[in-house]
Every structure is written in C-alpha cells, then in structure tokens.
C-alpha cells in the first residue's frame, strides 16, 4: 500500500502539522508527498518520503484544480492525507466527493488500515470508525502525531503540469503579520477570552507572550466579540492546539474552547469566578482579577 | 436578479447542551435532548435573506434531510425570512456522501444559483458536506466564509485561512460555506415566527430521489474521552511560576 500525503510548505519550510501528516501516513506503507507551489525540495527532505509530485503551477490551493489533480492520481494510492488546516479541509473533502468515497476528517488515531478515531461533539466522544471505501481519504490532527523531521530524507521529484481553474480564481490573500510562532505548533500557547473586555487589553498577553515564546489564542466568545481576529481562535470551529503550556486567561472554558485545547499537557487557568468550567481541566488555576495577576506573573517569570 | 438560493440546514443537539456518551457506546445520549438548528447553518440562513433583501436573490429554499421532527429547524428558517422549505425524509443517519447526493438531486430539481451552508455540523464535527457537494456539481466552492459579494455572475468569498484571510472569484452556482463571521444571525420575531407557519413545506420522501444514501463508514464505538483530573488552585502569580517550574517542569 502506498499512501499520498498533500504536504503544505510556507516559506521555505514544511509545515509542523503536514510533517505530523506524513508521519501518520508512514503506518499505511510507502509515502508520497504533492507539493503545490514551490517548495517541493523541502518535502523531498522529509525522511520516509519516497517521492514528491510537485506541482509549481498550482500556486494558491484553489481546491478545484487541486482536487482534480489529486483525483487523477487517487487510483496509484490506499491512502490519501493532508493536515486537518484550512488547506486541508477545504480540498481533501472534495476529493472525496469527486472519488465518491466518504472523508474521514480530524483521524486522531489509526487504528489499522481501515479503522480510525476522530472526535465528534466537540472532543466530547470519541467515534472508532471503519471505512469500506477502497480509498480512504483522511485529515489528521497533527497535535496527534509526532511529526517527522524536517530533514533526513531524498525523495525523488517529478514535476506535474497545473490543471486550469476558470471557475474559481484567486484574487488576495492578507496574512497577519506576526513574528510569534504559529498556534498549532507553538510550544506555550496563552489565549484570552471575554474577561479581556476589549481588543486594547488583548495587547495585555503580549509581554508574557514574549517571555515565554508562546503563540496567543482567543475564545469563540472573544472573537465574536471583535477583540481578536478569527485566526486566533482555538477551540471546535477554530484551531485545535495541544501545546506544552496552555494559559487560559479570563475565559470561561465552554464546551468547545475545550475542544480546542483539552490535549495540552499543562494547563493554567486565571478567571474571577471560582465555578468557571476552565478550572476543572486546569492543572493550575488562579481564582482572581487577570487586571491585576497578569502584571505579576509578568514579572515573576 | 433570479437567482435562487438552496440552504441546506441540519437539526443537531444544541450547542449549550453537554452530550453523554450512551451506555453501550453505540453513540450518544439525543433522548429528551434539547435539539435546534446547527449554529453554523443559521448563519448561512441569515446570509442567504440577506442576499435576497439586498436584491442579489429572488428566492430563499430551505432543505433538510431527517425525520419528521427536524421540521422545526426549517419553521426557525422561514421566520428568519426563508420563503419555503422542503423536507427530505428519512429515519436513517446519513453520512455527508450521501446527504450531499440527495441535496445535489435536491439543488437540481431546484435549478439552484447558490447553495449557502453552514460549514460544519456541530454533532459529527465532519466540516465535509459543502466541499463534496460541490464536487458532486461540478460547481466551484467558497469554504469557510467571511464575507460574500454576489456581482455579474460571480461571488467572491472572502475565506477564513490558518493566517489570516484570501479572497476568492467564484463563477456562479457555486457553494459557499459559512464560518462564525460571516453575520450575526437574526432573532426571529414573534410576528415572523407565526407568518413562518404559513409558508410552504414540502415533504419528499427520500427513496422517490433515486440516490445512493448508503453508510461507507461503520461506527465501531463511541467513547468518552479520557477525563483530566481536576488540578489546585493556587494564590499568586510567584507560587504559579515556581510550581511550573519545579513540579511541572514546563518553564
């Protein structure tokens, strides 16, 4: 069995969470890498790869004309996986719709080659499932899977032609500037909810932030309220992080925050209310004013 | 403007609820669930009366698949202005596959100008319906929402990216899915929650479509999650740096 993995690169390097992708890929067999746009020299350099499709002239992962290139290639394959990211759940459920076959998106554990557990209600159970497609099209979370290195390997490059889009173009992108590491990979992650009462105070996070190299988060709460961008948000319907350090401050831990950070190994809480459900997933809680804690866990770190 | 706007909407456990895993792990507990429309569709409703209060759509069709009961997700549609609705009815649960085959069948005898969904159901958490209908069409596909503009036959999507936000042209129909931003939902009025009662609900029966509904997938089991223990509280910042360091050793 050989599986194809969609391996996403920025800048040069491979994305943590494609690297988490590849490693799962590798319990089904032989692994391939695609690569759209450039950086298929950084995928060739992942050890277990055996070869990479590069295909330069798809340059924004539009997912019709990744989709149907990715279709064209399905039959050589068993298994096809990308990162559970906004690229892959965009193009890897089209796939299956052009493959006819059901997706299996979130894989937190493989089981075996048919059979996978992903999590449904928001983390709140766990579905064991296993799937009689003939290919089985999957998205990991990478906070699952210990990625391989981004060095070690020499895989093969073959060079694919671009299908063309018309009915889908790209017209921009806006990225955040941020010089923080990315919240899914970040070692420390501090995230701030409704108890920040408004975008200024966000900008409070930043000098532990800074102190710590953590990547900052928001709640669902905090982003529907205008303090911080949808980017930032962890839990159900944003980003599922599972960082070293997790520090919860002046969020209330709903369901679906939890969804988003539950699997961190060390979680710290600050919230005024003593009931808050953050407090009971927290290793570490502080029952107080994050007005007045926030400036002195700055200084004792 | 003509065109026609299809909104697929799905009845789930409402998101306030806590689901129980049920005792013989075959799924979980709905019984006697409090049950209403998957947030994320609301959205996509909200958007589609919009885009016909703006003039850019004639008209606004609701649709679900589920059993008789899920009538009161597409009764809260019409009374945040959707002006009719169609139940497909099964007693099945149908995987994304094969509910995106009955809504193809759906989209086509409508002769829709736009599917707009919600991005993600909030009970199977798939986020894949959207994506493989669309595929199923042959239509272009604007995932996870931020912001529409429907102009000379095209939408453009302003989409919800791990960085940050891309734009993209879509040639009509096509499918867009809904993300938290995208608008803020109506409340429905009391007024429009009666007028809702009035308006047109069709009932088809699933196997009059023809479609392949079967399951691909065979649910094992369902478990609960491994519980984290409860940690200590503890009184000051020093005491919290100095426990994170000698007796979690992360810092």
Not at chain 1, 190 to 211: H, M, Q, R, T, Y
Not at chain 2, 66 to 87: N, Y
């Amino acid at each position: 069995m050989t599986a194809l993995v969609l391996v996403e690169v920025e800048n040069g390097a491979v994305r943590q969470a494609s690297r988490s992708a590849v490693a799962a890929a590798s319990r089904f067999g032989a692994v391939d890498a695609i690569v759209f746009g450039d950086g298929a020299q950084a995928a060739a350099a992942l050890p277990g790869v055996t070869r990479v499709l590069s295909v330069p002239g798809l340059v924004n992962d539009l997912a019709e004309p990744a989709a149907d290139l990715l279709a064209a290639r399905a039959k050589d394959y068993s298994h096809i996986l990308a990162a559970a990211s906004a690229t892959g759940k965009n193009i890897l459920p089209r796939l299956a719709g052009l493959l006819d076959v059901q997706p299996i998106p979130d894989v937190v554990e493989i089981k075996d080659a048919d059979t996978f557990v992903r999590p449904i209600y928001a983390g709140n159970a766990l579905a064991t499932v296993r799937s009689s497609d003939s290919i089985k099209v999957l998205t990991v979370r990478g906070s699952n899977f210990d990625p391989v290195a981004a060095e070690g390997g020499s895989a093969t490059v073959e060079t694919i032609e671009a299908p063309a889009s018309e009915k889908s173009v790209f017209v921009k992108v806006e990225l955040s500037a941020s010089d923080r590491p990315e919240l899914e990979s970040a070692r420390v992650v501090i995230s701030g909810g409704k108890g920040l009462k408004d975008a200024a105070n966000f900008k409070l996070l930043e000098p532990i932030a800074d102190k710590l190299n953590a990547a900052i988060g928001a709640s669902r709460a905090a982003v529907d309220s205008g303090f911080a961008p949808n980017e930032m948000q962890v839990g159900q319907t944003g980003k599922i992080v599972a960082p070293e350090l997790y520090i919860a401050v002046g969020l209330s831990g709903a369901i679906q925050h939890l969804a988003g950070m539950k699997d961190s190994r060390v979680i710290v809480a600050i919230n005024t209310d003593p009931e808050a459900p953050i407090f009971k997933v927290a290793d570490y809680g502080i029952v107080g004013d994050l007005f007045e804690v926030l400036p002195t866990l700055e200084k004792a770190l | 403007m003509t065109m026609k706007v299809l909104v697929p909407v799905k009845r789930v456990v409402d998101y306030n609820v806590k689901v129980r895993v049920a005792a013989d792990g075959s799924g979980v507990e709905t019984q006697g669930v409090k049950m209403s429309m998957n947030p994320f569709d609301e959205i996509a409703v909200e958007e589609a009366v919009r885009l016909r209060e703006k003039g850019a759509a004639k008209e606004v069709v609701v649709v679900t698949v589920g059993a008789q009961a899920a009538q009161d997700v597409l009764r809260t549609a019409m009374a945040m202005g959707a002006d009719r609705a169609i139940l497909v009815r099964t007693d099945d649960t149908l995987e994304p596959r094969a509910v995106a085959n009955v809504l193809k069948a759906i989209a086509t005898r409508e002769e829709a100008g736009l599917i707009c969904m919600g991005k993600q159901a909030i009970d199977d958490d798939m986020n894949a319906t959207g994506q493989i209908l669309a595929a199923k069409l042959g239509w272009p596909q604007g995932t996870f929402a931020s912001a529409v503009t429907v102009a000379d036959g095209r939408i453009e999507v302003a989409r919800e990216i791990d960085g940050g936000t891309e734009v993209v042209s879509l040639t009509l129909p096509a499918v867009v899915t809904a993300d938290l931003r995208l608008n803020e939902p109506r409340y429905a009025s009391l007024p429009n929650i009666m007028k809702a009662r009035k308006k047109p609900l069709e009932t088809v029966e699933i196997d009059s479509l023809g479609v392949d509904t079967a399951s691909r997938l065979t649910v094992v089991s369902v478990a609960e999650p491994a519980e984290r223990k409860e940690g200590v509280k503890v009184n000051s910042a020093a005491e919290l740096v100095e426990k994170l360091k000698t007796e979690a050793k992360v810092i």
